[in-house]
């Protein structure tokens, strides 16, 4: 049971263009949404998070959009940059068990030139 | 100041053994969560120590079992391994207050299991 999707298992996006990577979830309990970012051969880094009292939250060419009502949110990355290319996880924890992380299969960026 | 630390970062052990994972975390935090990632299944948390005390745990048979000393090191131990069983294994280090957004990962444990 797959609580937190990502049903793009890739995608490319030319550099200065904008990237969106979507991720849905099921579990009405999740308050609190994370993005990591993963190089091959390393662990996830932590990119940015949002909140479910919050609908949006920026961090330099980084915003998270929430929408609770569809059980949807996005990361916008602009303007994309080759460094950027990575892979992306999604992840959500629940109310009293915020270090238990629920992460999403991934989607795989890459910002051609 | 230095990382996560996990050792050793390849394994390859045969069915039916068992094997031992270490990570070390940040100094200072008191929080250990570990991960196993695989091709199919993405990441998957498996338990969370903070102050030497199992806090949370994910949906794994109880062959994975964990611990953490006193100076918040951890280990995780797997038994009776299985092929499945081979895949990456995660280690996060969160801050005193355990807040999501401060784990930090280790380069993991990649463990193939012939």
């Known amino acids: 049971d797959q609580q937190v999707k990502q049903n793009s298992p890739s995608l490319s996006v030319q550099e200065g263009r904008i990237s969106i990577l979507n991720c849905d979830y099921t579990n009405s309990m999740f308050d609190y949404f994370l993005w990591y970012k993963k190089y091959p051969a390393e662990g996830p880094t932590f990119l940015i998070s949002i909140s479910s009292i919050k609908d949006k939250n920026e961090d330099g060419r980084f915003t998270v959009f929430l929408n609770k009502s569809a059980k949807h949110l996005s990361l916008h990355i602009v303007p994309s940059q080759p460094g950027d290319s990575a892979v992306y996880f999604c992840?959500?924890?629940?109310?009293?068990?915020?270090?238990?992380?629920?992460f999403g299969t991934g989607t795989r960026l890459q910002v051609t030139l | 100041k230095a990382g996560v630390t996990q050792t050793p970062r390849y394994l390859i052990k045969t069915r039916g053994q068992q094997v031992t994972l270490s990570c070390s975390p940040i100094s200072g935090h008191r929080s250990v969560s570990w991960y196993q990632q695989t091709p199919g299944q993405g990441l998957q948390f498996l338990f969370e120590?903070?102050?030497?005390?199992?806090?949370n745990k994910g949906n794994f048979p109880g062959r994975f079992s964990g611990r953490q000393f006193s100076n918040s090191r951890s280990e995780m131990n797997v038994s009776t391994l299985e092929l499945g069983d081979s895949a990456l294994y995660l280690c996060?280090?969160?801050?005193?207050?355990?807040?999501?957004?401060?784990?930090?990962f280790g380069q993991g444990t990649r463990l193939t299991v012939v």
């Open positions: 996060a280090s969160g801050g005193p207050g355990g807040l999501v957004a401060e784990a930090f």
């Open positions: 992840a959500a924890s629940a109310a009293g068990t915020a270090s238990k992380l629920t």
């Open positions: 120590y903070f102050s030497e005390t199992q806090r």
